[in-house]
């Protein structure tokens, strides 16, 4: 089968996913057919921090406590072809035998973790659309097998647009579920053993979805994803990494939870890591959802208007544009986010409330 109807092929059997996990599932299914591997980590991001969040599918790769291990290294250990430069790279897949000119112990994820578990080459790739990384995947061979060729890694390079473009559909569904209590707190002592927990938190917790995890001297078991942005706040403190250590996840009820986490200072230097789990807050999803409907930098700075009440003379006059571009963007807002009205325009993209709710507000044409 050619590449391209292969990638026709792969690009089908996503579509008919029902959300990120059964597209992990789907895609990897049909893809070891074509490139041969052993296991797999496939892993939804966060597309604004690139930190992984929920769903993971793990293949064929022991205990949880190894998968901690390996987003241990990947966060704070110097790596080669990591998922941070990958998600900028012009090509944004790679195996780890070619970018080590064959010499994989020259990566840290081999030398503490993958040569043990008998692991001859890693191709890793991240699912990106322009900047915003949407997913990553890791696919092991095995033993003393080939590695992966120039094809391989060129037909996962070609895969990162359509399955991130898939993959970011999901972000449209509406939030739904009960109210939730106050933030929840979890702090990290420098080795990033947690060690108090809040029952906010708690309950937080029990609303995750299922996925590996790794356990704490707390008695209980904490999902990667918060153990990841606890790390990459430890990174961040080093100076390892920049930005923010924040990735959004939904609950198995449908609500959006924001968990941010921040290295405290000590007065020896560095001291614990605060991790906060609360309630995502409108302005927390809005940018992510309206990407999910392709709304471009324009048409999102009109629809925040839009969302203040502004009228269509308002917006023209505030962004120095006519009001006849004004209507022209709506147009595009409202068929690529599938709503008639402005009052379902807000309803869909700020308040996660049924678009039914805002069909009395004013139209498309009003002033």
Same mark, same amino acid.
């Given at each position: 089968?050619?590449?391209?109807?292969?990638?026709?092929?792969?690009?089908?059997?996503?579509?008919?996913?029902?959300?990120?996990?059964?597209?992990?599932?789907?895609?990897?299914?049909?893809?070891?057919?074509?490139?041969?591997?052993?296991?797999?980590?496939?892993?939804?991001?966060?597309?604004?921090?690139?930190?992984?969040?929920?769903?993971?599918?793990?293949?064929?790769?022991?205990?949880?406590?190894?998968?901690?291990?390996?987003?241990?290294?990947?966060?704070?250990?110097?790596?080669?072809?990591?998922?941070?430069?990958?998600?900028?790279?012009?090509?944004?897949?790679?195996?780890?035998?070619?970018?080590?000119?064959?010499?994989?112990?020259?990566?840290?994820?081999?030398?503490?973790?993958?040569?043990?578990?008998?692991?001859?080459?890693?191709?890793?790739?991240?699912?990106?659309?322009?900047?915003?990384?949407?997913?990553?995947?890791?696919?092991?061979?095995?033993?003393?097998?080939?590695?992966?060729?120039?094809?391989?890694?060129?037909?996962?390079?070609?895969?990162?647009?359509?399955?991130?473009?898939?993959?970011?559909?999901?972000?449209?569904?509406?939030?739904?579920?009960?109210?939730?209590?106050?933030?929840?707190?979890?702090?990290?002592?420098?080795?990033?053993?947690?060690?108090?927990?809040?029952?906010?938190?708690?309950?937080?917790?029990?609303?995750?979805?299922?996925?590996?995890?790794?356990?704490?001297?707390?008695?209980?078991?904490?999902?990667?994803?918060?153990?990841?942005?606890?790390?990459?706040?430890?990174?961040?403190?080093?100076?390892?990494?920049?930005?923010?250590?924040?990735?959004?996840?939904?609950?198995?009820?449908?609500?959006?939870?924001?968990?941010?986490?921040?290295?405290?200072?000590?007065?020896?230097?560095?001291?614990?890591?605060?991790?906060?789990?609360?309630?995502?807050?409108?302005?927390?999803?809005?940018?992510?959802?309206?990407?999910?409907?392709?709304?471009?930098?324009?048409?999102?700075?009109?629809?925040?208007?839009?969302?203040?009440?502004?009228?269509?003379?308002?917006?023209?006059?505030?962004?120095?544009?006519?009001?006849?571009?004004?209507?022209?963007?709506?147009?595009?807002?409202?068929?690529?986010?599938?709503?008639?009205?402005?009052?379902?325009?807000?309803?869909?993209?700020?308040?996660?409330?049924?678009?039914?709710?805002?069909? +009395?507000?004013?139209?498309? +044409?009003?002033?």
């Amino acid at each position: 089968m050619t590449d391209s109807r292969l990638l026709t092929e792969l690009a089908s059997t996503a579509d008919r996913a029902a959300d990120a996990l059964d597209l992990f599932t789907r895609t990897s299914a049909r893809l070891r057919r074509s490139v041969p591997f052993d296991a797999a980590v496939w892993a939804a991001t966060d597309p604004d921090t690139g930190l992984i969040t929920a769903p993971m599918l793990v293949e064929n790769l022991g205990s949880s406590e190894r998968c901690g291990e390996y987003w241990e290294s990947e966060l704070l250990e110097e790596n080669v072809a990591s998922f941070r430069d990958l998600a900028r790279a012009a090509v944004p897949a790679i195996g780890l035998r070619v970018a080590t000119g064959d010499s994989p112990a020259r990566s840290a994820r081999f030398r503490r973790l993958l040569q043990y578990q008998g692991v001859h080459d890693e191709l890793r790739a991240v699912f990106r659309i322009g900047d915003r990384p949407w997913a990553v995947v890791s696919l092991f061979r095995m033993g003393a097998g080939a590695p992966f060729g120039a094809e391989e890694t060129s037909l996962i390079a070609d895969l990162s647009t359509p399955l991130a473009a898939r993959l970011r559909r999901f972000a449209r569904l509406p939030a739904t579920g009960a109210g939730a209590p106050a933030p929840g707190l979890i702090l990290f002592d420098g080795s990033g053993e947690a060690t108090s927990i809040n029952a906010e938190a708690l309950h937080h917790l029990s609303f995750l979805p299922d996925g590996p995890s790794v356990p704490s001297a707390l008695g209980l078991r904490l999902p990667i994803w918060l153990a990841a942005t606890a790390m990459q706040a430890r990174a961040i403190a080093e100076g390892r990494d920049r930005g923010v250590a924040r990735m959004r996840i939904r609950t198995v009820d449908g609500r959006w939870l924001t968990c941010r986490a921040s290295c405290l200072t000590g007065p020896t230097g560095l001291g614990p890591v605060a991790l906060v789990i609360e309630p995502a807050a409108a302005a927390d999803l809005v940018e992510m959802i309206a990407e999910a409907y392709g709304l471009t930098a324009r048409e999102l700075e009109i629809a925040r208007l839009v969302a203040l009440g502004r009228r269509t003379a308002d917006v023209a006059a505030e962004l120095f544009i006519s009001a006849h571009t004004v209507r022209d963007h709506l147009k595009a807002v409202f068929a690529k986010v599938g709503v008639s009205s402005r009052g379902e325009l807000v309803a869909r993209l700020f308040t996660g409330s049924s678009p039914a709710a805002g069909r +009395e507000r004013v139209p498309l +044409e009003a002033a």
